[in-house]
């Protein structure tokens, strides 16, 4: 039998918690009667996890925690229902929750330039998602209703766009880079040309490409890399596979 401890700390990284497990312990210190234990479902489990986890960050002396939360555009893959429901969990991460109190947690989203022009407007759920929940008539969805265009809000007007790396940023990070690289591999990296220099490349392209670039060399030192960029166009067509998996995670 796994020590009660170890049991916890496993819960607090995720593992279910037997309830008839913590009634017995609970039982043996004579503390049953000052508990009411039940089965919880993970999803709601999760951000007590969370809130526990950042006042565990905090009480060991930092300021709080820092999420990121990347591809916020995959929301718009989703159907109609599960993008509303999305939109309310991205309320509850950036403003909080009734539910719970004040945590130190500060929730930082990336999203693509266009995710506004072409989901919110694009695909209506400004309008769509407000009509079809009001259209059920119930408290849930009402409340629903709020959090979603709350959220909505957040991606469509909060969003701050980042800006291209200018030529000393880009050399300070290229040297870095270049020197973790030979750290890494044991090797000199030699200078590489990556991309051209353009206002409309982000950081990540950069580093993709010298490092893509190392990598090429250092298996065929002879090879001369030769990095081209191509636009890819996201799509933002319902996906079936993500629809099944946000049921299947919602249903735990």
């Known amino acids: 039998m796994r020590s009660l401890p170890r049991s916890l700390l496993r819960f607090w990284a995720g593992e279910p918690f037997s309830i008839a497990e913590m009634r017995k312990r609970l039982r043996e210190a004579g503390w049953l009667g ?4 039940r089965s919880t479902k993970a999803m709601d489990l999760s951000l007590d996890r969370f809130a526990f986890v950042s006042r565990l960050i905090h009480a060991a002396g930092f300021s709080g925690w820092v999420l990121l939360i990347d591809e916020v555009e995959l929301i718009g893959r989703y159907s109609l229902m599960q993008r509303a429901k999305s939109y309310a969990e991205i309320r509850r991460w950036v403003e ?7 945590s130190p947690i500060i929730s930082v989203l990336t999203s693509v330039d266009d995710f ?19 259209a059920k008539d ?40 270049r020197r973790i690289h030979g750290a890494a591999y044991n090797w000199d990296p030699p200078h590489v040309g990556g991309l051209e220099r353009l206002g409309s490349n982000r950081m990540r392209q950069y580093v993709r490409a010298w490092i893509n670039e190392w990598d090429l060399i ?13 636009k890819v166009e996201i799509d933002y067509g319902e996906d079936g596979d993500l629809t099944q998996l946000f049921d299947l995670l919602e249903s735990t």
């Open 34 to 37: 000052g508990y009411s234990l």
């Open 96 to 102: 909080g929750s009734k539910k719970y109190p004040p």
């Open 116 to 134: 506004e022009g072409e989901v919110l407007i694009g695909k209506g759920d400004y309008n769509k998602i407000p009509q079809r929940l009001a």
């Open 138 to 177: 119930r408290l849930e969805e009402a409340m629903l209703s709020i959090d979603a265009i709350a959220g909505m809000k957040i991606l469509g007007s909060r969003q701050s766009e980042l800006q291209s790396p200018n030529d000393n940023e880009l050399n300070v990070t290229y040297e870095a880079i």
């Open 218 to 230: 250092r298996l065929d030192p002879t090879f001369i890399p030769q990095t081209t960029v191509t």
